[in-house]
């Protein structure tokens, strides 16, 4: 079973960058998709951006596109999100997560971590 760790998150300004990183051990991934979902208070998870793990594709939420990117490291096992220009709206916790085969549900969430912008 593939266990996902996430880390980078923290306290930072408006305007400033992070770096977060997600591991998955257990054994090599060969799933679908892995993704990064945010989740504010009072508000729903929502799906920031995911990246096809063969393939390399990625999706981008509207809210986020142009200051966030997603990458992988295969040979790592590894899942990065590179955020820019954050925004206090960016506040939330933030999921890694994967969906193991095409079509069905996001089934292997990491514990998550907090990111915290500032204004």
């Known amino acids: 079973q593939v266990q996902l760790v996430e880390s980078g998150g923290g306290l930072v300004q408006a305007g400033d960058s992070l770096r977060l990183s997600c591991a998955a051990s257990g054994r090599t991934f060969s799933g679908y998709r892995m993704g990064w979902f945010r989740q504010a208070p009072g508000k729903e998870r929502e799906l920031v951006s995911s990246v096809i793990w063969s393939a390399g594709a990625t999706y981008y939420a509207d809210s986020v596109k142009g200051r966030f990117t997603i990458s992988r490291d295969r040979d790592k096992n590894t899942l990065y999100l590179q955020m820019n220009s954050l925004k206090p709206e960016d506040t939330a916790v933030y999921y890694c997560?994967?969906?193991?085969?095409?079509?069905?549900?996001?089934?292997?969430w990491g514990q998550g971590t907090q990111v915290t912008v500032s204004s």
């Open positions: 997560a994967a969906q193991m085969r095409y079509g069905r549900e996001w089934n292997i």
